[in-house]
Every structure is written in structure tokens, then in C-alpha cells.
């Protein structure tokens, strides 16, 4: 449907339609990014960008007749926008698997609906909602706005001695969803690409670490049992056929340990690349940015296999100031987003060791 020499369009204009753009590339595509954001990242290495409010019908219109297919890198894309674009040009992956993600009692529903765990949940619309919702659940719990959260905003964790008035204050009354707190091992992470086609290839499973609720350190292999790991990948594999969904997905779980044997809870879906998978850049055969391309283009899915042990540290804050030290490491990628100003919690960049297997 689209050939080398083509344009992807990209919908905003953060780092990872940067290292979209960049992939896209590689592979002789032009690329066409769309972000209101006059600094967005991913205009310095796009072909061409629009610069207009995601509501600006005109200008998505003129997007979409200016490209071949168009991708996006953050869920938050409204569903209106998603509409107009899809009406011009394939928009992959599709509004269904959009209008699933942005709404997490949406997204907990549907993955509970598949028969896939998930921590205990309940949507809460107000606060008698709330009351009902903790005598069901239990504490401790986690109120979650249903929309538009991520790295740790808008929640707020619900401990025996909270007064749940005041966690329902701290969410200015949005729309929420209640989930039970789930006593995870770790945090591990599937990213994986699916084709039209309904061909599929995982990464090996991602082991992730936060710090102030912001990714921090992944590391692969994620030291699981292989029946957890396969478990993760084919609860991934069947997310990504009920959501017919195209190009990379990343599913976010807890291992918990239930009766001594290790299971995993589904937590999240990215309908996106993922922080977690920037370590395929040098870790893998093919990049989840390379194989997002693939599968959006309706090209064939390259190997996830994967090329030594590997460790990607993200660069938040004043953490990449420090550049000139980072590039002298002999065994480090370095990577930098070009974003002018370094504010707590912005992700500026990130670090990838691979080392070689242990004997
Ligand atoms: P989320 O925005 O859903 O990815 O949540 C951000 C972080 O909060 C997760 O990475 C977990 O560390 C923690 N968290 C979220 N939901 C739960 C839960 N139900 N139980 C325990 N920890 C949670």
C-alpha cells in the first residue's frame, strides 16, 4: 500500500515520532509529523510538519491529503481527529484500538473481557461511587482519573488511613476508575508488533524499573520463568487479534507470586511504541521503531530477536546535562531527544548497554 519513496504522516511530535521519523528513514520513507507543539522533537528530522491544533479540521485534512498512511505515537490523540484522518488515509493502528486505550475502565474491561487478569476494578463517577467502590475492593487501593494519566499523574493511592473525600478532592472530581493495589514482584513490559495480516513478533520480555512513578531502568532478559514470559507474550498476542490491532503495541503487567507460583496481571496497553522497547535500537535485530514502520506500511515484520544482555537507562531532568561524560562510556548508546529545556520529569534522552550473553 505504500512503497519506499512514500510518506508517513506521524500525529505528534514527541521522541517517539522522532525515532519514527528516523526509522521511517532508514527505509527510504519520507516522513510528515503533526503536533501543535512549536518545539516538538520530531520536526527537526521529519521531511515536513504541520504546526496546527489537533482540532484544526482544515489541517488534518490537508495532513492526510499530503501523505500515504498515517501512524500516531501518543493515545491521546482525540477521537475526532482520529475520524477525520481515517476518512482520508488508513490510520494504523485503527480508532477501536484508540477509543480502548484512552479509557482505562474501557481498557480493564476489554481485557477482563478476554479472560485476561487484571487488578480488581470499578468506575467511579462520583463519591458516593468511591464509598461503594472501597467497601467491594478493599484497601489498599488506587484511584485513577479514566483519562489522560500517565507516569504516575492523576493517582492517587488509597492506604487504610486515607480519607477518601480527600483522594476524590486530589482527582477534581473526573471521571475514575478504582483499582485494587496488586502486590507486584516487579514490573515487566511486552512490546510487540502485529500486522494486517495477523502476523505477530514479540521482543523478549522487558524488566522495568520506575523512579517517582517515570520509567527509569529497563532491563532484558527480565530474569521470569520462561512459562511466564511465553504467558506474557500470548496474553500480548491475543490483546493485539481482539483489537485487530496494526503495528506496535506495549502491554504493561505486575508478576505477582500466587501460591508460590508466578503469574502476571495486565496493568496497561500502549497503543504505541514504548519506552520500555528502546533498547531493540541496539538491542535487536530490528527496532520496535523499524517494525512499526513495517507493520503501518503493510511490509513484512523483521526478527525481534535479540543481541546480548542488555540495560537502557532513561535520561529525566538535568540527567543528560552531563552529555560530554555519557558519550567518553565505551560501552554506551547515547541518545538526545534536542529538547531545549531540561524540566524535572522530562524524559531528554536515554542510555542502551548490550553485553554479551553469559557463557
Ligand atoms: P499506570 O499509570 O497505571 O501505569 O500506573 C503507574 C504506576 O503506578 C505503575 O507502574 C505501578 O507502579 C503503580 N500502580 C498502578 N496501578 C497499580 C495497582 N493497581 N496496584 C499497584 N500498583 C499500581
Known sequence: MIDPGGTLGIVGGGQLGRMIALAAARYGLATHVY????DSPAF??????????YDDEAALIAFADAVDVITYE?????????EILRQRKPLRPGVE???????RFAEKSFVAGLGIATAPFRAVGGEADLADALAEIGRPAVLKTRRFGYDGKGQVMIRPETAAADAWRTLRGAPCILEGFVAFEREVSVVAARTAEGGFAAYD???????????????????VSSDTEREAIAITE????ALDYVGVLAVEMFVVRQGGEEAVVVNEIAPRVHNSGHWT???????????????????????????????????????????RELLARRDTHVHLYGKAEARPGRKMGHLTRVRPERG
Open 35 to 38: 503536533s501543535p507543539e512549536p
Open 44 to 53: 527537526a528530522v521529519a521531511c515536513r510538519h504541520t504546526r496546527k491544533a
Open 74 to 82: 501518543f493515545e491521546n490523540v482525540p477521537r475526532r481527529t482520529a
Open 97 to 103: 484500538a484508540l477509543a480502548t486505550t484512552q479509557d
Open 205 to 223: 520480555l522487558c524488566d522495568n524499573s520506575h523512579r517517582d512513578h517515570i520509567l527509569d531502568v529497563t532491563r532484558v532478559p527480565a530474569g
Open 238 to 241: 491475543r490483546i493485539a487479534e
Open 281 to 323: 535500537i541496539e538491542g535487536a535485530v530490528t527496532s520496535q521503531f523499524e517494525q512499526h514502520v513495517r507493520a503501518v506500511c503493510g511490509w513484512p515484520l523483521g526478527s525481534p530477536e535479540r543481541l546480548g544482555r542488555i540495560e537502557m537507562q532513561n535520561l529525566i531532568g538535568h540527567a543528560a546535562d552531563g552529555w
